[in-house]
């Protein structure tokens, strides 16, 4: 059959170049954002009396009944067609004969599929954000839960000093709220208009472009023609702002993997996110987060693939960009999928706080306090540091832990140490001083809990 758009060719394409041309096969992915433009689109061309309000209300009532036949599953798409946007155009003209074709006046594919692809975003948008959230509570809701549960902080993955399991959760809530903003700010340049923008010059009929994007919810429009069809920086930035997530949500499974192993056992995931191995009976193993892992680098890959497509294309559209879609497809699919695995994940896992207590009370990770205690009783920082690097040289060497050295010892170090130096490098003691704000005191993490439940109340 020719094409639609037969004229200056006579329309018949080769097969291996039509299948080669296709998008239906991902683009019918945003049927519903393509059949609601054209609605506002049909409306606006009445409105404006470009075409008659009766052919006009013709044209909104067929794509009424195409999008409810596909919605409902009456009616399959035609993978033979060129995109989604014929396809919808010749049902229309099936359905209603020659005034269906009176729908493509005063546009284009080109301003038509900018305009899908940001509605259909928008969408994405607005789902990544409520998972975000999702996670973002159960995280607030596990740290309350362990804001007293001691575990050791790492630096150079070196037992540092000591913290909490609370504390820790609250880092990635933080980085969360962070994601949360770069999506609101991305959502508000993809949420223009860039439908009227036509081929690439505007048009010469008497259209209203602020009547279709009020009609559409879109918070303005796209002031330049040539830069309205073939800006595609939104959905670069989300990818952006999606790699920037699953890089967070790829860090904490790889804290996740660590934690669930046998050489640390900090944490036991629930066996509803493990799984076993078809050969070593003992394993229990933490395949989500290593997925999430995973994902993360075809989520940077789906990034780097659009960045690469636009670099050399000269304005304004060109069919290298018909490539954009499946990547943020991808990257919106894995995130929201990420997302919701991580949600069960967290909600799910349990801490064992003793092994996580045994692992701070090793490694001296109390011997900052012990250099501090020094400091308080007026040695200045420097040389308060050398005594205590030296006591801990001699624990290493004669077997013990800074708890374990009696005070005779330690006052053979420094006179300044009394006996109030135990209660000062306990663990307890350690976490609970460290009072200040964004710090890892109970005190502390509770009023970032605090924090994080008014930023996302705003
Ligand atoms: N399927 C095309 C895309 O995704 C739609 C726009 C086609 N425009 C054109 N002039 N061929 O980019």
């Keep these: 059959m020719a ?97 269906g074709k009176k729908l493509h006046t005063a546009r284009s594919r080109n ?15 607005d789902e990544i954000v409520s998972l975000t959230r999702r996670l973002i509570d159960a995280l607030v809701c596990r740290a309350e839960e362990y804001k007293s549960v001691i575990m050791p902080g790492y630096t150079h993955l070196q037992r540092a000093q000591p913290i909490t399991f609370g504390h820790h959760l609250m880092a990635y809530c933080m980085m969360l709220l962070r994601d949360l903003s770069r999506l609101s700010d991305c959502r508000k340049r993809i949420n223009l208009s860039p439908i009227g923008c036509c081929a690439l010059a505007g048009t010469t009929y008497d259209t209203d472009r602020y009547f279709e994007a009020e009609k559409l919810g879109f918070d303005g429009i796209c002031m330049n023609s040539l830069d309205g069809v073939s800006d595609r920086d939104f959905a670069v930035e989300l990818m952006a702002a999606i790699s920037v997530i699953m890089m967070h949500l790829s860090r904490f499974s790889e804290e996740i993997i660590l934690w669930s192993s046998w050489e640390f056992k900090f944490i036991e995931l629930s066996d509803s996110f493990t799984t076993g191995s078809s050969i070593m009976p003992q394993k229990k193993n933490p395949d989500m987060a290593e997925l999430v892992r995973g994902k993360t680098g075809r989520v940077f890959g789906d990034l780097f693939g659009l960045l690469t497509v636009l670099k050399g294309i000269p304005l304004a559209y060109n069919k290298d960009m018909q490539e954009d879609k499946e990547g943020v497809f991808d990257a919106c699919d894995t995130v929201k999928s990420c997302l919701e695995i991580f949600v069960g994940m967290i909600e799910t896992l349990k801490a064992i706080p003793e092994n996580m207590k045994k692992a701070a009370q090793g490694g001296f990770i109390n ?10 009783k007026g040695l200045p920082f420097r040389s308060a540091y050398k005594i205590s690097g030296q006591i801990v040289s001699y624990c ?23 006996e109030d130096v135990f209660d000062e490098i306990s663990l307890e003691t350690c976490v609970n001083k460290r009072i200040s704000v964004g710090g890892t005191s109970v005190s502390s993490v509770e009023a970032q809990i605090e924090y994080v439940k008014a930023e996302l109340s705003k």
């Design 367 to 376: 011997a900052t306090d012990l250099a501090d205690y020094l400091v308080k």
């Design 396 to 418: 290493i060497s004669e077997g013990e832990v800074l708890e374990s050295v009696t005070l005779e010892k330690y006052k053979e170090f420094s006179p300044l140490f009394e």
């Design 3 to 99: 094409k639609m758009w037969a004229g200056r060719t006579d329309g018949i394409t080769d097969k291996m170049a039509d299948d080669f041309n296709s998008s239906i096969h991902f683009d019918s992915k945003m049927f519903r954002q393509d059949i609601k433009g054209s609605m506002a689109h049909a409306a606006m061309l009445g409105f404006k009396g470009i075409i008659s309000q009766s052919e006009a209300d013709t044209l909104i009532g067929g794509l009424e009944g195409i999008l409810e036949d596909l919605e409902n599953g009456s009616l399959q798409f035609d993978m033979t067609a060129e995109d989604i946007h014929m396809f919808v155009e010749q049902e229309l003209t099936l359905r209603l004969g020659d005034v």
């Design 111 to 125: 301003d038509q599929v900018a305009l899908d692809i940001r509605m259909y975003l928008r969408d994405e948008i």
